[in-house]
């Protein structure tokens, strides 16, 4: 598989880096004008790295584009004279629909958005999928890929703005949470670094548990609160300061700001 990662930035790096660990492509091309921030990763030897991104698209099948929404649009109108029937565009850029990006390549192409986070690096991204009618018949090869490297759920464009919320912008609304829970550790006496491991494997913990098991958050929550203990006092405490409240505020926050991007 001949994958081209146009903008090599940090998801564009990211995605890299999961494709590189998962063997998933036999060559590579990462594009970008700073090319010097990303000399590492020459050391892969199937990697090349350009910053010509016509150069990258007329080399590879699967084309994933990873700039800046305002840098988007230019960078289609420039390469979309290579696009052949073979190439599978893939979008990556918040708040860039479908029908804007047909608006410059034409329906006749397979075109798909893929809405992953950063920890695709490490195989465990969980990154939402959506394609155009052509790109629908492409869902199931991008599927491969990015089941490769973490966890993927194809879903209608209209929860593509949803998406970008909860899995993208949510890696970090999560670390902002363990952030909090080692800074706790850390007044109960815990060095940092053990805080942070503390931190750290108590939300993994927690997360595969509701993937292994299927259970509810609640139902969980049910068999560590003993009646008076300890757990139910700190987290009504939680909950009197807003806990879930502005977990659900931000998120919207968030939502609408996408709104605004998509007109900008
Ligand atoms: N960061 C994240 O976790 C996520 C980001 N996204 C979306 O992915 C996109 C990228 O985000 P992010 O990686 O954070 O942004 P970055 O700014 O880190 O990366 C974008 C990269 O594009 C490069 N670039 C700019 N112009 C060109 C060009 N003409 N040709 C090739 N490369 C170019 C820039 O490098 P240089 O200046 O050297 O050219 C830069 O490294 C955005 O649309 C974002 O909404 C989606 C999900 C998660
Ligand atoms: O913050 C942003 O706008 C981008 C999209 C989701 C993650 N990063």
């Not at 979309?80 to 599978?88: F, G, P, Q, R």
């Not at 109960?188 to 259970?215: K, N, V, W, Y």
């Not at 139902?219 to 006092?233: A, H, L, Q, S, W």
Request: hydrophobic share 40%; with cysteine; charged share 20%.
């Amino acid at each position: 598989m001949k994958i081209a990662i146009i903008g090599a930035g940090n998801l564009g790096v990211s995605i890299a880096r999961g494709i590189l660990h998962s063997g998933g492509a036999t060559s590579m091309y990462l594009t970008r004008r700073n090319l010097s921030a990303i000399r590492e990763l020459e050391a892969y030897g199937n990697v090349t790295l350009t910053s010509d991104n016509r150069e990258a698209v007329a080399a590879a099948d699967i084309l994933i584009f990873a700039v800046q929404p305002g840098h988007f649009g230019p960078i289609l109108e420039s390469i979309k004279d290579l696009l052949h029937e073979n190439h599978v565009v893939i979008s990556t850029i918040t708040g860039f629909g479908i029908e804007r990006i047909e608006s410059i390549l034409g329906a006749d192409r397979h075109i798909i958005r893929a809405m992953p986070n950063t920890a695709i690096s490490v195989g465990r991204s969980m990154t939402c999928l959506c394609a155009n009618e052509k790109g629908g018949k492409r869902l199931e090869l991008a599927s491969a890929i990015f089941n490769r490297m973490g966890h993927t759920m194809v879903i209608p464009e209209n929860r593509m703005q949803a998406a970008t919320v909860i899995c993208a912008s949510g890696i970090a609304f999560w670390m902002r949470l363990i952030r909090a829970t080692t800074q706790g550790a850390i007044q109960l006496g815990f060095d940092a670094r053990e805080a942070q491991e503390l931190a750290m494997h108590t939300c993994h913990g927690a997360a595969e548990l509701l993937i292994e098991s299927g259970s509810h958050p609640e139902e969980e929550i049910d068999r560590v609160t003993t009646p008076m203990g300890c757990t139910i006092e700190g987290l009504n405490e939680m909950e009197h300061q807003g806990l879930s409240s502005s977990l659900i505020r931000g998120v919207v926050a968030s939502f609408d700001k996408i709104s605004q991007i998509r007109k900008g």
